[in-house]
Nanobody, 123 residues
């Protein structure tokens, strides 16, 4: 089992930046990949980005590519999401997720989830 706790969310103006963190604990030695998802009220949870834990290979949704950057610190068992040039449509609860299996860029591919952190981007 892996426990995940997100932090770093808040209110920011459009065009601004924010960095989210996700601290992992538990069976982190078995983690093969981690990712970020987001969900706005009344909308489906969507994939934002993911990273393989060992090699650091990254994947991004087209909506955030070029603006967001995902990274990890293996020593600290921490995942990060650097968000730049934020837009109002980025407003959502951002969730950290982890998997110990083959990395798949979908919600069903991640069995472990954090509670989420709110990101609000004002116009």
């Amino acid at each position: 089992q892996v426990q995940l706790v997100e932090s770093g969310g808040g209110l920011v103006q459009a065009g601004g930046s924010l960095r989210l963190s996700c601290a992992a604990s538990g069976r982190t030695v078995s983690t093969t990949g981690m990712g970020w998802f987001r969900q706005a009220p009344g909308k489906e949870r969507e994939f934002v980005g993911a990273i393989t834990w060992s090699s650091g290979r990254t994947y991004y949704a087209d909506s955030v590519k070029g603006r967001f950057a995902i990274s990890r610190d293996n020593t600290k068992n921490t995942l990060y999401l650097e968000m730049n040039t934020l837009k109002p449509e980025d407003t959502a609860v951002y969730y950290c997720a982890a998997t110990s299996g083959i990395l798949r860029l979908s919600e069903s591919g991640f069995p472990y989830w954090g509670q989420g952190t709110q990101v609000t981007v004002s116009s």
